[in-house]
């Protein structure tokens, strides 16, 4: 259940902030302007950012777990798979010609229920989108359970990449309020959620 409800938040978090225009998490803002600098379909850069996370993992636990390896894979299918569903139902009922306060209102929100979809799937650790599989090792191999500086740590990629193909294009697309309220409230929000959303749901970290 932890699963399945964090994976379909997930994607409805992510296709509310697609769909309102207000900025977006780091990582698709990541991806929406690499696609504006190179031409590359956006969900094809997502899914080929998610598999090098999923590698990169394999190195941040210091073994081979392929069970691993190929479940992050087959959640970033389904992960976008739902996402664009949930955009292109958005889109219908109009959201993206609502006023700016509220689409940025609605960005945020995309954002919290983002981060409590994470909260659940890490909990319950059985399967999860590659690059909140890297905060959960780095949270709890490297930071002492510190949630809030595993997700600033993750977000110094795309950062960087936001940063580099800005200045190719000498502009930079899907970085507004969401993209801002992500970027400081993604862990304090994560850590708000293992306390008070499902609370019985506990931690089943395996390195």
């Known amino acids: 259940m932890g699963l399945v409800s964090g994976l379909i938040l997930n994607a409805f978090g992510n296709g509310l902030c697609i769909s309102a225009n207000m900025g977006s998490g780091l990582w698709t803002a990541a991806?929406?302007?690499?696609?504006?600098?190179?031409?590359?379909?956006?969900?094809?850069?997502?899914?080929?950012?998610?598999?090098?996370?999923?590698?990169?993992?394999?190195f941040l636990i210091r073994r081979v777990d392929s069970r691993r390896l190929i479940?992050?894979?087959?959640?970033?299918?389904f992960f976008s798979y739902f996402v664009n569903v949930f955009t292109n139902l958005l889109n219908i009922i109009g959201v993206p010609s609502l006023p700016i306060v509220i689409r940025a209102i609605l960005s945020c929100l995309g954002v919290v229920f983002f981060c409590v979809a994470i909260?659940?799937?890490?909990?319950?650790?059985?399967?999860?989108?590659p690059n909140d599989d890297t905060t959960n090792i780095l949270r709890f191999l490297y930071l002492k359970g510190n949630s809030t500086a595993a997700q600033i740590i993750d977000f110094i990629p795309p950062i960087i990449i936001i940063i580099v193909a800005g200045i190719a294009i000498q502009n930079v697309y899907s970085v507004n309020i969401g993209t801002v309220f992500s970027f400081i409230f993604n862990g304090i929000l994560i850590a708000a959620a293992d306390k008070w959303i499902w609370p019985e749901l506990k931690h089943n970290f395996v390195s």
């Open 31 to 58: 991806a929406v302007n690499v696609t504006k600098w190179t031409g590359l379909n956006t969900g094809l850069l997502l899914f080929m950012i998610g598999v090098i996370n999923a590698i990169t993992n394999q």
């Open 71 to 77: 479940g992050e894979i087959l959640y970033v299918m």
């Open 119 to 129: 909260s659940l799937y890490q909990r319950a650790n059985i399967v999860m989108h």
